[in-house]
């Protein structure tokens, strides 16, 4: 059978995916990117936020309309399914097959059996699985589901209990992939720093990088997702020191006002957050700092969103993303009182991001002058496009190099860095 899958949603979706898509290809099916040539087609949804549930919604609708003029097998799976299964069948009875959080060998036995409903408890965790990656660089899932209690956080009321995969998995997957040539692989879960709590009875994420390192090739290791009320001196370590380590700290923070990160359930202060970032630098100076946030949290005020443009000042990261707050159904703060205006929200979203843009210019154009290791990706006419430590795919920027002579793709290259942007670098190769 051929085979489109679309993902939508986060890198989780995308390592999912990968894996499925191996499965389905040992199982004699044939993936196209086409989707005018599938005979059926997978979309893998999100239901985390509101716009990535519009988004996932708004895809969905498209394919059941596509249905009226070409028929395939059209099945939907994931997140948002998992949380809207009823709604979502009875609104679009077009879709042909809707599966929740099931691992990729559970979704393979679905469509094969053309399964019309499968929603049970998640078991998105694999073990051993083939796996299959198109890019320079590859998603690797170490853990799923989540045990912390953000109170604007739904996740756990689809994902289920925090559960890792064990090191022996992990390093299997990564060697295999650096056996097919990808040069970058990146660790995700909900929360990485928690990697190893339910098998080891603690966090081991700085053993588990310590063993990955150890593999052999020419390949790098970035990690996402670093809590950072659980992100510890040996992890910090460990990211900072390992020669197949990006220097690179994702860390959703959130906010920067105090009352606002209790009310958040979160457990560091704004001048804990700080001494955190503090140590990183102190290990080393050029590491890539990315952080979230979030603006129009239930009651908070203009003192509150000054504070954390304050905090954000005085943090200086590299690299930010931002969202607006939204209600989620059966979290604690879609209880709260206090909600902000969206027109208020808004402003302060556009506001934000002006000001981060300033501290973003600032912060690369250290950089100009030296000399940084690229993974050059693709190429036109003129440039090589290649991301470095600071970049992490589709979230971050990029690193445009002048063309002056044949080089490898993909492949890392060491370029001095000639000028820079808000958010982008230029460089000559060496």
């Given at each position: 059978m051929k085979i489109g899958i679309k993902v939508l949603g986060c890198p989780k979706n995308e390592a999912?995916?990968?894996?499925?898509?191996?499965?389905?290809?040992?199982?004699?099916?044939?993936?196209?990117?086409?989707?005018?040539?599938a005979e059926a087609v997978i979309i893998d949804t999100c239901g985390f936020i509101e716009s990535a549930k519009k988004e996932s919604i708004d895809e969905?609708?498209?394919?059941?309309?596509?249905?009226?003029?070409?028929?395939?097998?059209?099945?939907?799976?994931?997140?948002?399914?998992?949380?809207?299964?009823?709604?979502?069948?009875?609104?679009?009875?077009?879709?042909?097959?809707?599966?929740?959080?099931?691992?990729?060998?559970?979704i393979a036995e679905a469509i094969e059996k053309a399964?019309?409903?499968?929603?049970?408890?998640?078991?998105?965790?694999?073990?051993?699985?083939p796996r299959s990656c198109n890019n320079s660089f590859a998603y690797v899932k170490i853990a799923d589901?989540?045990?912390?209690?953000?109170?604007?956080?739904?996740?756990?009321?689809?994902?289920?209990?925090?559960?890792?995969?064990?090191?022996?998995?992990?390093?299997?997957?990564?060697?295999?992939?650096?056996?097919?040539?990808?040069?970058?692989i990146i660790l995700v879960a909900q929360d990485t720093t928690a990697y190893?709590?339910?098998?080891?009875?603690?966090?081991?994420?700085?053993?588990?990088?310590?063993?990955?390192n150890s593999i052999e090739g020419n390949f790098r290791i970035r990690v996402m997702y670093?809590?950072?009320?659980?992100?510890?001196?040996?992890?910090?370590?460990?990211?900072?020191?390992?020669?197949?380590?990006?220097?690179?700290?994702d860390i959703p923070v959130q906010h920067g006002s105090d009352r606002i990160l209790k009310q958040m359930g979160r457990i560091k202060n704004s001048e804990q957050l700080l001494e955190l970032i503090a140590y990183i630098r102190s290990h080393n100076p050029d590491a890539a700092i990315?952080?979230?946030?979030?603006?129009?949290?239930?009651?908070?005020?203009?003192?509150?969103?000054?504070?954390?443009?304050?905090?954000?000042?005085?943090?200086?990261?590299?690299?930010?993303?931002?969202?607006?707050?939204?209600?989620?159904?059966?979290?604690?703060?879609?209880?709260?009182?206090?909600?902000?205006?969206?027109?208020?929200?808004?402003?302060?979203?556009?506001?934000?991001?002006?000001?981060?843009?300033?501290?973003?210019?600032?912060?690369?154009k250290r950089f100009v002058g030296k000399n940084l290791n690229v993974l050059i990706e693709q190429e036109n006419e003129l440039f090589y496009v290649a991301r470095s430590h600071l970049d992490a795919p589709e979230v971050d920027g990029e690193v445009t190099v002048k063309k002056t002579r044949e080089v490898d793709i993909p492949g890392y290259y060491t370029v001095r860095i000639t000028d820079s942007d808000e958010y982008d670098l230029k460089g000559e190769l060496i």
């Open positions: 999912d995916c990968d894996v499925l898509e191996a499965i389905l290809k040992d199982r004699g099916h044939e993936i196209v990117s086409d989707i005018e040539e969905i609708i498209t394919f059941a309309n596509y249905k009226k003029y070409r028929p395939f097998f059209l099945c939907v799976k994931g997140c948002l399914v998992q949380r809207y299964s009823k709604e979502l069948s009875k609104e679009i009875p077009e879709v042909d097959s809707w599966l929740g959080v099931l691992s990729p060998h559970q399964t019309p409903y499968l929603v049970e408890k998640p078991t998105v965790v694999y073990e051993e699985a589901g989540c045990d912390r209690s953000c109170t604007f956080c739904s996740i756990p009321l689809f994902k289920g209990r925090f559960k890792s995969r064990s090191i022996e998995s992990i390093y299997s997957e990564v060697e295999r992939l650096v056996e097919i040539g990808v040069k970058e190893g709590v339910d098998l080891y009875n603690k966090a081991v994420l700085d053993q588990l990088l310590k063993k990955l670093l809590h950072p009320d659980h992100l510890t001196d040996k992890m910090i370590d460990a990211i900072c020191s390992l020669d197949k380590l990006l220097p690179y700290f990315r952080t979230s946030v979030m603006v129009g949290f239930p009651g908070e005020t203009n003192d509150d969103f000054q504070k954390l443009l304050d905090f954000l000042e005085k943090a200086k990261f590299d690299r930010l993303g931002c969202f607006i707050y939204s209600d989620e159904e059966g979290t604690v703060s879609s209880s709260m009182k206090r909600k902000v205006s969206e027109r208020i929200a808004r402003e302060r979203y556009e506001n934000l991001l002006i000001f981060q843009s300033q501290i973003a210019y600032e912060r690369l």
